[in-house]
């Protein structure tokens, strides 16, 4: 049986009315729905992070969440951010990336990384990023074999 919207939209209604927690007792009066149909949809829910569950003896206690979701939060940093999946798929860039890159987000969400621009973006900033950084070893080394001569 698939999982309808209206129902969860009334559990976490109820759960908002009742900040304190329900158990599945509670919500099951409620919503009119049987306890096995009633922990499908509070698991789906709890899974999503809509709602929180603590333990009251051998009760369970739902309680909506209290987080801000990490889109929300990633959305407003001024650092470039990627997020990638485990099969390095992406799932969620912010502005400052996609920015730097010159492309929108339809462009890369749910592309893998190696198949966009993203690619050849990094790897052309990086090739000049590192003969600075080959530059700077240079003078650095050259610097601390001029100490250790002078130490000697």
Same mark, same amino acid.
């Given at each position: 049986?698939? $999982?309808?919207?209206?129902?969860? #939209?009334?559990?976490?209604?109820?759960?908002?009315?009742?900040?304190h927690g329900?158990?599945?007792?509670?919500?099951?009066?409620?919503?009119?729905?049987?306890?096995?149909?009633? %922990? /499908?949809?509070?698991?789906?829910?709890?899974?999503? %992070?809509? @709602?929180?569950? #603590?333990?009251?003896?051998?009760?369970?206690?739902?309680?909506?969440?209290?987080?801000?979701? $990490?889109?929300?939060?990633?959305?407003?940093?001024?650092?470039? @951010?990627?997020?990638?999946?485990?099969?390095? /798929?992406?799932?969620?860039?912010?502005?400052?990336?996609?920015?730097?890159?010159?492309?929108?987000?339809?462009? $890369?969400?749910?592309?893998?990384?190696?198949?966009?621009? @993203?690619?050849?973006?990094?790897?052309?900033? $990086?090739?000049?990023s590192s003969?600075?950084?080959?530059? %700077?070893?240079?003078?650095r080394n050259?610097?601390? #074999?001029?100490?250790?001569?002078?130490?000697?």
């Amino acid at each position: 049986m698939p $999982l309808k919207k209206e129902i969860n #939209r009334k559990i976490l209604a109820f759960l908002r009315e009742n900040p304190h927690g329900l158990n599945i007792t509670d919500i099951v009066k409620f919503v009119k729905i049987s306890r096995n149909t009633a %922990g /499908r949809y509070l698991e789906n829910l709890l899974v999503s %992070g809509q @709602v929180e569950m #603590r333990r009251f003896g051998m009760s369970k206690i739902y309680v909506p969440s209290q987080r801000i979701p $990490l889109s929300s939060v990633l959305s407003i940093s001024s650092d470039m @951010v990627v997020q990638l999946d485990s099969s390095q /798929r992406i799932i969620y860039a912010n502005e400052p990336f996609l920015k730097f890159i010159r492309t929108d987000s339809k462009n $890369l969400l749910g592309k893998n990384i190696e198949f966009t621009a @993203v690619t050849l973006v990094l790897t052309s900033h $990086l090739r000049d990023s590192s003969k600075g950084y080959d530059r %700077g070893l240079m003078v650095r080394n050259g610097l601390e #074999r001029l100490h250790s001569i002078n130490q000697k």
